[in-house]
């Protein structure tokens, strides 16, 4: 009799394997429409935030706003991918004690990083004492670099508990929500455009999504019996997530370092028109995203049960209807570059090259797949973070030969380089340590 329950009640929960594509359709509409939600307000934020501040002022804004993405990672070190993936094994296997164990772990590591780097970035800054207007946005910022990193350990909680949509609305849609609420107060108040006030609009819209995240976070929990006392496996927790911190650092550098490269040796005018260039290219990769919350969770649960074939499928089916996805946004954005990035303001349609360099490069990445999520939802972490280590520094390098005399363009091209060469050995490992070809044209 256990048995037939346990069997009836993995029935309810994942469907038959020859219903996997219906079930990501299914069960993905919501997220679907919520990531629109999403790209249609982060649109508009850019947009609103473009023609507010000019190029030069968005230049400072977006310059600021990628090393505080880049100090956001090495708070949160991989915790956000542990998270979305444990809590999905341990819910499956009914594993309570392990669960509360790990939220009180994440939440304290995370918490303490983030506090730490804002203060030493904070001492930082003062020491360097950039221009006024930098110096006032960069330490704005760290004002919203702990929330920041704590609203991404909620979201990953949230979507690790199947919870996508709780886990996706405060940060994609509430957030840039509030602040072009915030933006719009301002210019009809006639209050004068400046990065710092910007950067405290995004602080208190990244406050409020915490707080509408933190508040559903205890559903993760739902069927733990009441007095279950937490355990912990703090060192393999540890390990794996420097591993996936380690993924997350190395694509950042694989996809940031392009803007702060530039900022560099170019100069933070130029950032600006580049950074609309790169928000309008990663679109191409919007629908394979808009399904990886979903899949992540889904691929974790069957892997932990043993179950190939299911496995098998959902990531086959993923991967086809990111890359038509994609496919579809590239066409789009190369044919209309220049009159897309021209309503943004006089001088950002400059970007038109540098942005159909980016779609291609993304669209040839969409085609292999979720290759690094397949890896790391699978323990293969340490694969994943090899190749993006690697892709990373072959990045660095590029932006250094290519910058100089190519400016944009040559920053588009050294991250579509090596982020082609990134997807392309991810997919050969899954091959060999997963068993599976993800490979949107083939069904072999």
Sequence with gaps: MTDVRTRLARAAEIPAATGVAGRLIRGGAATFLANMAGMGLGFALQLALAHWLSAEGFGVYAYVWAWLNLLAWAAVMGHDVLVLREVAALRATGAWPLLLGLRRHVRLVVGTAALMLALGGSVVVAAVDPPAELNRTFMTAFVALVPMALLRLHAGLLCGAGLVLRGL???????????????????????????????????????????????????????AAPGTRPESRRRVWIGSAVAMGTIAGTQIVLHRVDVLMLGAIDGVAHVGIYSVAVVLAELVLFTQNAIGQLFGSMLSTHHARGE??????????????????????????????????SLFGAGFDAGATALRI???????????????????????????????????????????????????????????????????????????????????????
């Excluded at 957030?175 to 009809?188: E, F, N, Q, S, T």
């Excluded at 973070?385 to 290519?402: D, E, M």
């Design 169 to 223: 609305v405060p940060e994609r849609v509430g957030r840039d929500a509030a602040v072009l609420c915030m933006i719009g107060a301002a210019a009809l108040a006639g209050t004068g455009a400046d990065p710092a006030l910007a950067m405290a609009f995004m602080t208190a819209a990244i406050l409020a999504a915490l707080a509408a995240a933190t508040a559903m976070e205890p559903a993760t929990i739902r069927g």
């Design 308 to 341: 190939t074939a299911e496995m098998t499928q959902v990531i086959r089916t993923a991967t086809r209807l990111g890359a038509a996805g994609g496919a579809a946004a590239a066409i789009l954005l190369g044919l209309l570059a220049p009159w897309i990035l």
């Design 358 to 444: 980016l779609a291609a490069g993304l669209l040839l990445r969409c085609i292999h797949g979720p290759v690094a999520l397949l890896l790391t939802m699978t323990g293969h972490e340490r694969d994943t973070a090899s190749v993006f280590a690697a892709a990373g520094v072959a990045n660095i390098v590029l932006n250094a030969l290519l910058i100089p005399p190519l400016g944009m363009e040559g920053a588009a091209l050294s991250t579509s380089l090596a982020g082609i060469g990134a997807a392309v050995a991810m997919a050969v490992l899954v091959g060999r340590r997963v068993g599976i070809r993800p490979w949107a044209l083939r069904d072999g």
